[in-house]
């Protein structure tokens, strides 16, 4: 019996300290986000000050190209708390979904001429490989395009121009298969299983001209996982990046 009583309570310890940490995790976790999403409005908001006080101060020469500069950073914190927004609604399931069966290959098809034009307007050479004849799967379209236009904007932002930006669609006995690639600059192979994380950001090459909110992959992530998929990064053989994105098939 004195045995078994210390067995109990050695397990009930365990478990304690076990909730203590996983609450410790949690909230270290929270201030992080809370540290980092002010870090991403505070940069904004200083810019629109001194733009502001210079506009204030008459200091500047051009006051039009002052008022179109306050305008897109407003833009940029608007689209900042809409992602944040976003992301919150995704950890917590609240995406709306509105799933149904469809071949993806036609879809597919026709979202290839505007990411083609797209790509080709900010100078970039766009390529679609479309390797199968069908493919049925149970998705929200919308939602998957948000994605597929999510990976081809950070690739515009982050690939150098001129270069090169291919999206490919394959099937094998389960998945759907889609890739998107584009050309250097690469990232680190340590760095690689990073990019979903929220606010996270190369700091190397990839991230010396643009930051974007650093929310849009952990979104693409949360949309994917809800469709049952996986979303993975590796090196690509353009010299960049590669996102592979998997989804069950409908089974016949």
Known sequence: MFT?????????RKLAILKANLYQ??????????ADVSHELRTPLTALKLQVDALKYQLVDDVDL?????GTKIDDLNHLISDIYE????????LSFEASQVDFVPILMNWGEEF???????????????NANTAL???????????LSNLLTNSI???????QISLSLAVNSNNLILVLKDSSPGVPDEELEKIFERLYRVEKSRNRRTGGSGLGLSISQNIIEAHEGTIFASKSDLGGL?????????QQ
Do not use: M
């Open 4 to 12: 078994v009583l210390i067995y109990f309570f050695y397990q009930r």
């Open 25 to 34: 995790d949690a909230l270290n976790q929270k201030n992080q986000i809370l």
């Open 66 to 70: 002052s008022y179109q500069k306050l």
């Open 87 to 94: 992301l919150a609604l995704s950890d917590v399931n609240g």
């Open 116 to 130: 083609e034009h797209y790509a080709s307007a900010k100078g970039f050479e766009w390529h679609l490989a479309i």
């Open 137 to 147: 799967v149970n998705i929200d379209t919308d939602r998957i395009k948000q994605v």
């Open 157 to 163: 932002k982050y690939t150098d121009a001129p270069g």
């Open 242 to 250: 590669a996102v592979t994105i998997r989804i069950p098939l409908c």
